[in-house]
Every structure is written in C-alpha cells, then in structure tokens.
Nanobody, 124 residues
Framework: QVQLVESGGGLVQAGGSRGLSCAAS????????MGWFRQAPGKEREFVARINRGGGSTYYADSVKGRFTISRDNAKNTVYLQMGSLKPEDTAVYYC?????????????????WGQGTQVTVSS
C-alpha cells in the first residue's frame, strides 16, 4: 500500500509555469507506475501524464504534450509534474496516483492509490 500527498498548487498567470510534487510513503514506491490526473469543476477526472516504474518511459495527454513534464525520483519517493505555458483551461485539481498495471495505463480505474489533490488555478 502507498499513501500519496501532493503539493505545489496555487495561482499562476497564463503563460506561466508551476511545478507539482507528490510524495509517497512506504518502501515500495519504485514498484508502482505513477500518473497525474486532473479534474475541473463540472468535468470528469482526466488523464494528464504517466511515468513507468524506472522513470524511463512517459506518456502524455495530447492536451499537455510539449508543455508538461512528468518525472520521478525513486530515492526520494517523489513524482513531479512540471507545467509550462499554462492556459486557463489547465485550471483543475491535480491528483497523483499509483498503479501496479504494467504498460500504458491512462484510465483512472487502473490506479489503486490516490492523493488528496492540489488546486491549480490559471488566470487569464
């Protein structure tokens, strides 16, 4: 089992950058692939990015590709999401999640563990 805590959310102007962190508890962090999801008011939770257990493979939603970067540091039990060229439509609560599913996993149902979320608001 793993517990996840996100941090780094806040208010940022359009065009700006913001970095999110997700700290994981437990000794088995490196056995999980990690993902970032987001949920805007009135919308369903959507996939943002995923990174495999070793950090060598990443996958992004088309809406963030080229603007966001997911990375992880297994020694620190932490996964990151660096967001750039932010747009008002990026405003959402951002969640990190952990999965033991190997291969591509971009459905929320494939992730067993979730953080509490951190709000990112992009002003125009």
């Amino acid at each position: 089992q793993v517990q996840l805590v996100e941090s780094g959310g806040g208010l940022v102007q359009a065009g700006g950058s913001r970095g999110l962190s997700c700290a994981a508890s437990g000794r088995t962090f490196s056995s999980y692939a990690m993902g970032w999801f987001r949920q805007a008011p009135g919308k369903e939770r959507e996939f943002v990015a995923r990174i495999n257990r070793g950090g060598g493979s990443t996958y992004y939603a088309d809406s963030v590709k080229g603007r966001f970067t997911i990375s992880r540091d297994n020694a620190k039990n932490t996964v990151y999401l660096q967001m750039g060229s932010l747009k008002p439509e990026d405003t959402a609560v951002y969640y990190c999640a952990a999965t033991r599913v190997l291969g591509l996993a971009y459905a929320a149902e494939q992730y067993a563990y979730w953080g509490q979320g951190t709000q990112v608001t992009v002003s125009s």
